[in-house]
């Protein structure tokens, strides 16, 4: 069955830098695009960033530009978010999730997701 | 504030149907294909309805969805206890280059 594992939350002071990782299993991952969602303690869900099924393309919310880089290994099954620079407001359970595109090769919906790991910014 | 506007509760009995609403705009809505994810206390979110009204395997067929203009509505007919949740409608925004969430809507079974 499909698995997404996150790992790599805690505890950072703010401008300190975290890099989570997601482990994938039950799907062949290399076929398919990625993607990071946060969601603030009592809050709703906001989108982070997604990665194509290759690496090309990348996109990133206006909120984590130039702060937060996302990647993967597709012959390890893994996705990454490298976090620098990290802010209070960046404090969230961050969930990895498949992205599904459509026939027109534009993200979709998010059709399977982890667990979520926490990220406290705080000092 | 987010860029889908839903209500930010609804409430029903058992065998109640329920509606949740979901608003936007040309950029998102209007353009581009709706989907619904059913947050359960302390759990991940789970993908309910996609591609506006297109139910996943195992999904309930409670649970449907549609979309008209820049609106898309969730449906809960026979409401259960355990539809309690949170839900969340999305869609991705051609103006802000990426998926957007609604506010989230807190579902109470009376």
């Known amino acids: 069955q499909v698995q997404l594992v996150e790992s790599g939350g805690g505890l950072v002071k703010p401008g300190g830098s975290l890099r989570l990782s997601c482990a994938v299993s039950g799907f062949t991952f290399s076929h398919y695009y990625m993607s990071w969602i946060r969601q603030a303690p009592g809050k709703g869900l906001e989108w982070v960033s997604y990665?194509?099924?290759?690496?090309?393309?990348?996109n990133y919310a206006d909120s984590v530009k130039g702060r937060f880089t996302i990647s993967r290994d597709n012959a390890k099954n893994s996705l990454s978010l490298q976090m620098n620079s990290l802010r209070a407001e960046d404090t969230a359970v961050y969930f990895c999730a498949r992205l599904t595109v459509d026939p027109a090769g534009d993200p979709d919906y998010f059709d399977y997701w982890g667990q979520g790991t926490l990220v406290t910014v705080s000092s | 504030q987010s860029v889908l506007t839903q209500p930010p509760s609804a409430s029903g009995t058992p065998g109640q149907r329920v509606t949740i609403s979901c608003s936007g705009s040309?950029?998102?809505?209007?353009?581009?294909?709706v989907n619904w994810y059913q947050q359960l206390p302390r759990t991940a979110p789970k993908l309910l309805i996609y591609?506006?009204?297109q139910r996943p395997s195992g999904v309930p067929d409670r649970f449907s969805g549609s979309k008209s203009g820049t609106s898309a509505s969730l449906a809960i007919s026979g409401l259960q206890s355990e539809d309690e949740a949170d839900y969340y409608c999305a869609a991705y925004d051609d103006s802000l280059n990426g998926p957007v969430f609604g506010g989230g809507t807190k579902l109470t079974v009376l």
């Open positions: 040309s950029s998102n809505i209007g353009t581009n294909t």
């Open positions: 591609s506006n009204n």
């Open positions: 990665i194509s099924s290759s690496s090309t393309y990348t």
